[in-house]
């Protein structure tokens, strides 16, 4: 029978809540995965680890380097809209930092069992708490830095574990989310296991071997090098010549301070520039980085902050546009498809 509609208006408890907004934040294992890695990344990590069970649904724990979280600071990190990123209008217009709506660790707890194990720099022994905010603090044992274990994703909500897809297939989401911060931050080691099993590993390095060592060989001896500012815009990386073009679209990374995000404009503005070098049906392979003023971008548009808004999106445009053109255009004029030597 459907629920009633005739009921008084009450306020809905915590819990409850923290389930509602978990369905936007926490929409598979793999948006745990992003959203504990940009905490560690957040928090100054060199060097993160990734393991994950059964495709993220039994366990994903994430160690990270990071500055840690104070004992006493421990149950705020669970609690909803609690973030040490910002804490006021100005601060959220200029945020530097991948998260900052204090509601991720919140809602993964809300819909699995979490554990958070951290110590900071100058703690002599790491502390836990385990649940949720209400959870006591007790003393652990761990490096510095910060470990935050996720189990059974959805065990309280069988609705939403009813849409979690094969095991292989989440591990794949997964597996791509770290694939997509990794190739953004070549200054930071990850690794990542599943079941047991190290998958990848990849060494702080370089932008050029870490993308090469990403997204493989192939793209590697055919891409062309970008760097163009203008103003407050900067794009950087790499665009792969016609050779390195693919039949899917799974060879287009592209990061607005730091940020990977899938945004129409950006794509379109990167798709235009490969018009007169590539086939229609073809999709370029891309790894760029644009980077301004945080004022001139809003990323406070999805919970996910997969898209962003620009305050200015002609220019924006124009601008990735034409550095992507001119790149392509200096080698079509030399040797067609292939890198230069
Ligand atoms: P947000 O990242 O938006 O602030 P989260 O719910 O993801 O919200 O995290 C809440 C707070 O917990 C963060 O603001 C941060 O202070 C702390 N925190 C979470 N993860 C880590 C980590 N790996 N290292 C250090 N601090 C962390
Ligand atoms: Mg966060």
């Given at each position: 029978?459907?629920?009633?509609?005739?009921?008084?208006?009450?306020?809905?408890?915590?819990?409850?809540?923290s389930?509602?907004?978990?369905?936007?934040?926490?929409?598979?294992?793999?948006?745990?995965?992003?959203?504990?890695?940009?905490?560690?990344?957040?928090?100054?990590?060199?060097?993160?680890?990734?393991?994950?069970?059964?495709?993220?649904?039994?366990?994903?724990?994430?160690?990270?380097?990071?500055?840690?979280?104070?004992?006493?600071?421990?149950?705020?990190?669970?609690?909803?809209?609690?973030?040490?990123?910002?804490?006021?209008?100005?601060?959220?217009?200029?945020?530097?930092?991948?998260?900052?709506?204090?509601?991720?660790?919140?809602?993964?707890?809300?819909?699995?069992?979490?554990?958070?194990?951290?110590?900071?720099?100058?703690?002599?022994?790491?502390?836990?708490?385990?649940?949720?905010?209400?959870?006591?603090?007790?003393?652990?044992?761990?490096?510095?830095?910060?470990?935050?274990?996720?189990?059974?994703?959805?065990?309280?909500?069988?609705?939403?574990?009813?849409f979690?897809?094969?095991?292989?297939?989440?591990?794949?989401?997964?597996?791509?989310?770290?694939?997509?911060i990794?190739?953004?931050?070549?200054?930071?080691?990850?690794?990542?296991?599943?079941?047991?099993?190290?998958?990848?590993?990849?060494?702080?390095?370089?932008?050029?071997?870490?993308?090469?060592?990403?997204?493989?060989?192939?793209?590697?001896?055919?891409?062309?090098?970008?760097?163009?500012s203008?103003?407050?815009?900067?794009?950087h990386?790499?665009?792969?010549?016609?050779?390195?073009?693919?039949?899917?679209?799974?060879?287009?990374?592209?990061?607005?301070?730091?940020?990977?995000?899938?945004?129409?404009?950006?794509?379109?503005?990167?798709?235009a520039?490969?018009?007169?070098?590539?086939?229609?049906?073809?999709?370029?392979?891309?790894?760029?980085?644009?980077?301004?003023?945080?004022?001139?971008?809003?990323?406070?548009?999805?919970p996910?902050?997969?898209?962003?808004?620009?305050?200015?999106?002609?220019?924006?445009?124009?601008?990735?546009?034409?550095?992507?053109?001119?790149?392509?255009?200096?080698?079509?004029?030399?040797?067609?498809?292939?890198?230069?030597?």
């Open positions: 029978a459907p629920i009633s509609a005739h009921r008084p208006i009450q306020a809905l408890p915590d819990q409850l809540i389930q509602i907004a978990a369905g936007e934040v926490v929409e598979r294992p793999s948006a745990v995965v992003k959203e504990l890695l940009e905490n560690a990344l957040d928090a100054g990590a060199t060097q993160i680890t990734v393991r994950l069970e059964e495709g993220g649904v039994k366990r994903i724990a994430i160690t990270d380097n990071g500055r840690g979280i104070a004992p006493e600071q421990l149950p705020l990190a669970l609690a909803r809209h609690a973030t040490s990123k910002i804490a006021s209008l100005t601060d959220l217009e200029n945020v530097a930092t991948l998260g900052f709506r204090g509601e991720a660790l919140a809602s993964i707890a809300a819909v699995a069992a979490v554990s958070v194990t951290s110590r900071t720099a100058d703690a002599p022994h790491a502390w836990e708490i385990a649940g949720s905010h209400l959870g006591t603090v007790a003393p652990s044992s761990g490096a510095h830095g910060t470990t935050i274990d996720v189990q059974d994703l959805y065990f309280n909500t069988p609705a939403r574990r009813k979690l897809k094969s095991e292989q297939t989440e591990y794949g989401h997964c597996a791509e989310v770290v694939r997509r990794a190739l953004a931050r070549p200054d930071v080691a990850f690794s990542l296991s599943h079941n047991g099993r190290t998958i990848d590993h990849w060494n702080v390095s370089e932008m050029a071997r870490r993308s090469a060592h990403i997204l493989g060989n192939d793209f590697a001896e055919a891409r062309l090098a970008i760097d163009e203008a103003g407050p815009l900067r794009v990386g790499y665009a792969g010549l016609p050779t390195a073009s693919k039949a899917r679209a799974d060879g287009q990374f592209f990061y607005v301070n730091g940020r990977y995000v899938r945004d129409k404009l950006l794509v379109h503005a990167v798709r520039a490969y018009q007169d070098v590539l086939h229609g049906d073809r999709f370029p392979s891309y790894v760029l980085a644009l980077d301004l003023d945080p004022a001139l971008v809003d990323v406070n548009v999805h996910s902050k997969i898209e962003v808004r620009f305050r200015d999106s002609r220019a924006v445009h124009q601008f990735v546009f034409h550095a992507v053109q001119r790149a392509l255009a200096k080698t079509s004029a030399t040797d067609h498809g292939n890198a230069p030597a």
